[in-house]
């Protein structure tokens, strides 16, 4: 079946150093998505990506989609202490060529910073 | 956007009860879908529950074990039925309300429901 593998699964970095979290998928994606969960609380969308190549901005984060649509990285610039979480990427559930909106997400990396 | 209340937020139980967890959006939403998470670990989808029918359940769950309903737009409930403590884990409650193209649009999340099973 399909499978969203990420790596790394942990990341160490100090307050000011980047910061970059890699999905790759199995199969071609119509989509990707990002989110952020916060230690204790629940996943938070932070972005999609749609096209091949794409490449999106939020402050300090850079968001890339592939352009065979099949992996995206999320980088974070001189991260800060409230970088911290963990970072999921997510794509549509492929099954007979319809998702029926569903995500499957990948293991996640789990950022910690040190101030 | 929408909000999603879950409840209970934590509970302990005990081996071979059942136990109903409810999710309330605050506006009518197109899907709803459950997850499991371990701690420290990934989401993994249980079902879709579907408004008026039955929920469509992912590979490796079962209605008997987890029934869902949906009677609503607005709400559904998760039942965790004859718990051991590998149920222990975090189940969240999650809706998207794009109407659009299926598989797109942001998913929005429950606090989340941490079982701990004894």
């Known amino acids: 079946g399909q499978q969203v593998m990420q790596i790394p699964q942990y990341q160490h970095v100090q307050e000011g150093e980047d910061f970059t979290t890699y999905c790759n998928s199995s199969t071609t994606l119509s989509n990707i998505q990002w989110y952020k969960q916060r230690p204790g609380g629940h996943p938070v969308f932070l972005i999609q990506l749609v096209k091949s190549g794409e490449v999106k901005k939020q402050k300090r984060l850079t968001f890339q989609f592939g352009e065979a649509k099949k992996n995206s990285s999320l980088h974070i610039t001189a991260t800060q202490t409230t970088d911290v979480g963990t970072y999921f990427c997510?794509?549509?559930?492929?099954?007979?060529?319809?998702?029926?909106?569903?995500?499957?997400f990948g293991q996640g990396t789990i950022l910690t910073v040190h101030p | 956007s929408a909000v999603i209340s879950q409840k209970p937020s934590r509970d302990i139980c005990q081996r071979g009860t059942s136990l109903t967890i409810q999710c309330q959006v605050d506006?009518?939403?197109?899907?709803m879908f459950w997850y499991r998470q371990q701690p420290g670990q990934s989401l993994t989808l249980i079902a879709t529950?579907?408004?008026?029918?039955?929920?469509?359940?992912e590979s490796g769950f079962v209605i008997d074990k987890f029934p869902i309903s949906r009677p609503n737009l607005t709400f559904s409930t998760l039942t965790v039925s004859n718990m051991s403590p590998e149920d222990s884990s975090i189940y969240l409650c999650?809706?998207?309300?794009?109407?659009?193209?299926?598989?797109?649009?942001?998913?929005?999340f429950g606090e989340g429901s941490r079982l701990t099973v004894l």
């Open positions: 529950a579907n408004q008026g029918s039955e929920a469509t359940y």
């Open positions: 999650s809706a998207r309300t794009s109407g659009g193209v299926p598989g797109t649009g942001e998913l929005f």
């Open positions: 506006s009518q939403v197109t899907m």
């Open positions: 997510a794509g549509p559930v492929n099954a007979g060529g319809t998702s029926y909106g569903k995500l499957t």
